[in-house]
């Protein structure tokens, strides 16, 4: 019985999307793990820009940092 | 010192269905391990249907799925 | 299909607190929000002492600090 | 840059097949929605059969009552 | 490559306070763990004030519980 | 009263260095948005190396292929 949690940032995951996401990772357990589906939890939190950092900046912030010509 | 999370799909769940189930699970840490409820938290997350999956299916999918004739 | 995680420090929960934990927040669910205790997960945590921190301090300190006379 | 985060109670995946789970879920999230693999994380968490509950008891005692003639 | 999850109340934090709690927590694994900033991750979460609870009730119920007079 | 997770693979921080990080992350909380410490908890997962993937690996395994002259 897993339970896993997806956190990716907000832009622009379709719901067929998530949906393919589902599909892939009870695979994925059911296939490696021998997992029953039927209590295999797949959580996806998508998680606004501002609210993701990496790099020590919000996502966007540090995107852009990598752009910059040094 | 408890964190507790509960995560269940949105489906109305309303404010008094919450704070029953805050004052629920802190009753029942303060019972079971003499924990301090000054110092219990309680965080309960509410996800879209179309982010939980189960069964490899996004939920409403999947409850759909139940209730055909085979 | 609620998923609860339950955090607390390693201080000596035993298997049949864990298993009051399990059936009481369960029970909570299915009573408040109706919910199907055979998709309720409950997974419960435990924190050694030096992981877990509050007012600043790991939390065996932070009680001793209580203690102290002023 | 994703954030995968995978609960399974404990009973004996191996390092081969939590490599095979990194592998699969990376691969799921570059396929789906094009993520960068070298910024998706995937964490696995092993959780002993006492601290995971389902239908109001820990896992063991539950896949037992499944199996009791009624 | 350290994920670090921020959760508080939603009660009005700023993109830039949300962007300086990300660099102060980056900064801090840096300097005490050596930890690579372009693999640390900073995820915060704004939680509902009916959606967190502490000392058994929701946390505005809960602040204002304290401000009575006994 | 925040709750602040912070994931690390384990590979020796020390007791002090968990205090440290503690000290740290709740200063910064206090700080930048005058959170009270006393509601402040911050709880540390270690996480063993081999259940902590990225770039599709385990950490080690990635950690190698990046050494690998091409």
Redesign the interface.
């Known amino acids: 019985?897993?339970?896993?949690?997806?956190?990716?940032?907000r832009d622009g995951?379709t719901?067929e999307?998530?949906?393919?996401?589902?599909?892939?990772?009870?695979?994925?357990?059911v296939r490696?793990?021998d997992?029953n589906?039927?209590?295999?939890?797949?959580?996806?939190?998508?998680?606004a820009m501002?609210?993701?950092?990496?790099?020590?900046?919000?996502?966007e912030?540090y995107n852009r940092s990598l752009e910059q010509p040094s």
């Open positions: 019985m897993p339970y896993v949690n997806i956190r990716i940032t995951a719901p999307q998530k949906a393919e996401l589902i599909r892939g990772v009870t695979d994925l357990l490696v793990l997992k589906p039927a209590t295999t939890f797949v959580v996806i939190d998508e998680v501002e609210d993701w950092g990496v790099g020590g900046l919000p996502v912030d």
